[in-house]
């Protein structure tokens, strides 16, 4: 019974950080749209570490096709975040070149940096508890290609590519430009009330595991 209620209570206080932060924020371009077809996964691993069930349970979902991005809750995992993101690192060594996730350490430890886009990455994934997220490789590419897709006209008649390729410089990758966005969206809603945000959810997490 332990266990079901901490399983329970990590997936509902998963879901609060989920729609009410990154959801209600729109700091995810796949997350809302993911949900509501069905095509995220949430589960429970009550381990103090990923381990090789953990591998084995990504490889299982990878096998679903239906199943684009995946969270893996650890609600028992005491480690600091530095820890934890080694330790998905590992895991992620451990699935080796068959992978068909790309996996990122979410961590409850983190505060609001804004020295620039990549140091505020951190407290956008300050989950209630240490989360690994795994987004399937064909949706990350999918998300690409509907961004980099153009609209601007060229003639091909009077098309000078060297004088094209030296006016536009490739656009940043990916998740730079989430990054970026991420961080003019918190700074207008206002970095406090996004942390008092998370701090209530992390409360009620406290208040809730036995």
Not at 54 to 76: C, I, K, Y
Not at 83 to 101: K, M, Q, T, Y
Request: with cysteine; hydrophobic share 40%.
């Amino acid at each position: 019974m332990r266990d079901e209620h901490i399983a329970r209570e990590a997936r509902r206080v998963y879901r609060r950080y989920a729609e009410e932060f990154v959801e209600a924020l729109g700091l995810c371009p796949w997350a809302t749209r993911a949900r509501r077809e069905g095509s995220t996964r949430v589960e429970v691993d009550l381990g103090t570490a990923p381990s090789a069930a953990t591998a084995e349970q990504l490889a299982r979902l990878g096998r679903e096709p239906d199943v684009l991005v995946a969270l893996v809750l650890f609600p028992r995992v005491r480690a600091s975040r530095k820890a934890w993101e080694r330790e998905v690192s590992a895991l992620r060594e451990r699935l080796g070149s068959s992978a068909c996730f790309a996996l990122a350490a979410f961590h409850p430890d983190a505060r609001p940096h804004t020295e620039s886009a990549a140091r505020l990455v951190p407290f956008i994934r300050r989950t209630p508890d240490p989360t690994v997220q795994a987004i399937r490789f064909s949706a990350l590419d999918a998300v690409r290609r509907r961004e980099d897709r153009g609209s601007r006209f060229v003639d091909p008649a009077t098309l000078d590519l060297g004088a094209l390729l030296a006016s536009e410089p490739p656009r940043p990758a990916l998740h730079e430009r989430v990054a970026e966005t991420n961080l003019a969206t918190l700074e207008a809603h206002g970095l406090g009330r996004a942390a008092a945000l998370l701090d209530a959810i992390h409360a009620d997490r406290q208040r809730s595991y036995p």
